[in-house]
């Protein structure tokens, strides 16, 4: 995954609630998706096979996450064994389309879980976190990212 990819990520689960952080779990799998598309169209089956199994790791990071006490935990599972086997296929056998199948159904329910998250009120999960607020500005050969903790409360650890 590119450096800037990761950083919007990294940036998005501190401000993000607990259903916002599904989305952005399915988010990364079809980026991890979409680099490994681009590694099998430019031939690096090393790039290809690394993508693929991390993206494997947020399918198992979304099964570990279910709370068996609801009843659409059971289906869950299932839709993300089926999608865990779907990856692992595509990593051995290199086939373009099954990353499209598995695309689509991560898409999906990546739909359904942003509409959940968009009614969630819970706030978000982090705590002390540092506050972005929306603001570029212009360095000498790039856009840089500002951010301003209003509070002016220290971040961390505290002894």
Known sequence: MEKDKLQEFTRRVTQA??????V?????????TAAAREALNQGDTGSYER???????????????????YPIAHELLSLYSFLN????????????????????MVSKLRETFAQVSAQDTSGPVMHNTQQVYAGLTYGKNSL????LDPSGAKRGFMA
């Open 85 to 104: 086997k779907t990856i692992i296929r595509a990593c051995i056998s290199h086939k373009a389309e099954l990353l499209d199948a598995a695309d689509e």
């Open 17 to 22: 609630s607990r259903t916002e952080l599904i």
């Open 51 to 69: 993508e693929l199994k991390h993206a494997g790791r947020f399918v198992h990071e979304l099964m570990g996450a279910l709370d068996y006490q």
């Open 144 to 147: 840089n990212e500002s951010y």
């Open 24 to 32: 952005i779990m399915y988010d990364v799998i079809l980026a991890d």
